[in-house]
């Protein structure tokens, strides 16, 4: 009796999973969505661009799936910190970092992290790699070109921690792609 117990038990968690996750974007869910038993796709294919290229990198942010900071230590880092760029890569003679976006149609930026990212773009040129997992298409921009397309892009509002965020179509981003 147990083991039929045990079952449905199963099925209930299995179903509640499905009705829980099923259809869900990224950008659709909350933080604990987005984070828990994941695999970053932009993140890998980001590495498997550099990888292409021969390029060296680090991975140096606080964005890693495998590797989570506690929150209650989170929420007590500074958020210069807490925008730290995903890598740091070396090429040509000189260091950048490389700011990790994953998107489906359009690529979201949020405009607090933006002036966060301009104080590191003092320290090293920042780019973004952008990968769109419907188009499986690839894009690299620097930060003032993310600056130049506030005019062209849209603003909305994450609904879990109220961040103004600015959207840009992916088909805007032809002349950057890889």
Same mark, same amino acid.
């Given at each position: ?30 933080? =604990? ?5 994941? *695999? ?82 003092? *320290? ?47 088909? =805007? ?6």
């Amino acid at each position: 009796m147990s083991t039929l117990k045990d079952l449905k038990d199963q099925e209930k968690l299995a179903q509640m999973l499905v009705d829980k996750f099923d259809g869900t974007i990224d950008s659709d869910g909350d933080f =604990q969505l987005r984070n828990t038993n994941r *695999i970053d796709i932009a993140q890998v294919k980001a590495e498997e661009y550099l990888d292409s290229k021969n390029i060296t990198y680090k991975n140096i942010g606080f964005d890693s799936k495998d590797d989570r900071i506690p929150s209650a230590m989170w929420f007590q880092v500074p958020s210069f910190l807490r925008c730290m760029p995903d890598l740091l890569v070396y090429a040509s003679n000189s260091i950048s970092f490389l700011e990790v976006k994953g998107c489906r149609d359009e690529v979201k930026f949020k405009i607090d992290d933006l002036h966060e990212y301009n104080l590191w773009n003092g *320290i090293a040129p920042v780019r973004f790699f952008v990968y769109s997992n419907t188009e499986d298409e690839k894009w690299v921009l620097s930060l003032a070109d993310v600056w130049n397309r506030l005019g062209s892009g849209k603003f909305g509002k994450y609904e879990d921690n109220n961040k103004v965020y600015l959207a840009i179509d992916c088909k =805007q981003l032809e002349d950057y792609k890889r």
